[in-house]
């Protein structure tokens, strides 16, 4: 997981209004912002969620396949099913999404990965592949097809994660045990559940008089990143870049934030990490218990 923090020449700029937000249909309109590090209390013309600070995206919900063959046309057979990575990496090159995936050495070339991309409007516009300790790595640069920019809207990025995730339940059903979308979507659901509440973790650290680097972990479900987006700005915090992996079973992403273009001071930090922790802890508060 990339730790490096590059600035952005887009940020995370989100809208304040959410109760706006729930009320339009999907992928409709504007985007849901324009960039990383606009500030968050400006609105714009935002794309819609299903329900207030849980999961949504439904258009790219996971559907497994029975079909048992690889996405290069092979197959294999083995005792010990790897954990599936995905990481949406926005740090580490500026003008262009980061994507890596890995799932032991069974991957294959991932051509049908890169054309469902492709339907969202996306450009794989250079790849790499790399072996170490943990498997293949699949490594590819994506960028906005009308823009050819990076991509900045926090909805198209979770559109991203979970179309990865249902060509993986598709091509490599047994990478359904290993998944939490798996319970839901996939031919082998995991054997284990997560317990939310011991699973979530945050941490606000300082990083610089401009930002801080905030660190949270907790169960993976669909939607979430978009959650968390919510969830940070609704307290008015801005969210300059990031970064967002899917470890198996849990989800993991590291954002840097500021407030008014300042580091996040200690008593607000306490406020986003309760919020943090009260949102996640329950994924179907409504919006009538605010």
């Known amino acids: 997981m990339a730790v490096a923090m590059a600035s952005l020449g887009c940020n995370f700029g989100f809208c304040k209004n959410l109760n706006g937000i729930e009320k339009q249909p999907y992928f409709r309109g504007a985007p ?55 990481i949406i990496d926005q740090d580490s ?12 050495d069974r991957l294959g070339t991932l051509l049908d990965t890169m054309n469902a991309l492709k339907n969202l409007g996306l450009n794989v516009v250079k790849g790499n592949v790399y072996l170490d300790s943990s498997g293949k790595h699949n490594k590819f640069a994506i960028t906005k097809a009308s823009t050819g920019r990076k991509v900045d809207d926090p909805e198209l990025l979770e559109a991203i994660r979970l179309t990865i995730i249902n060509n993986l339940l598709e091509y490599h059903p047994e990478s ?21 509440d011991i699973a979530t973790h945050i941490h606000i650290y300082d990083d610089g008089p401009e930002q801080s680097l905030l660190y949270v972990e907790t169960a993976d479900r669909p939607g979430l990143l978009v ?32 407030y008014n273009g300042k580091a996040i001071i200690r008593p607000l930090q306490q406020v986003l990490a309760n919020s943090l922790r009260y949102f996640l802890r329950r994924p179907t508060t409504e919006e009538a218990s605010f």
Do not use: W
């Not at 939490?180 to 317990?195: E, L, T, Y």
């Not at 870049?241 to 954002?255: R, Y």
């Open 32 to 86: 849901f912002m324009r960039s990383f590090g606009l500030d968050p209390v400006q609105e714009f013309s935002c794309i819609t969620f299903k329900r207030s600070l849980s999961s949504s995206v439904s258009p790219f919900m996971p559907k497994a396949s029975s079909a048992a063959a690889l996405e290069d046309g092979s197959s294999e057979e083995n005792d010990e099913i790897p954990t599936p990575v995905v």
């Open 93 to 104: 090159d500026p003008n262009a999404t980061i994507v890596e995936i890995t799932f032991g």
């Open 176 to 196: 359904s045990a290993q998944l939490a979308m798996g319970a839901a979507f996939g031919a082998i659901p995991p054997s284990q559940k997560v317990d939310v």
């Open 227 to 258: 959650d968390l987006v919510k969830i940070i700005t609704y307290i008015n915090i801005a969210v300059k870049s990031g970064e967002f992996d899917t470890e198996g079973l849990l989800a993991k992403g590291k954002f840097h934030v500021s």
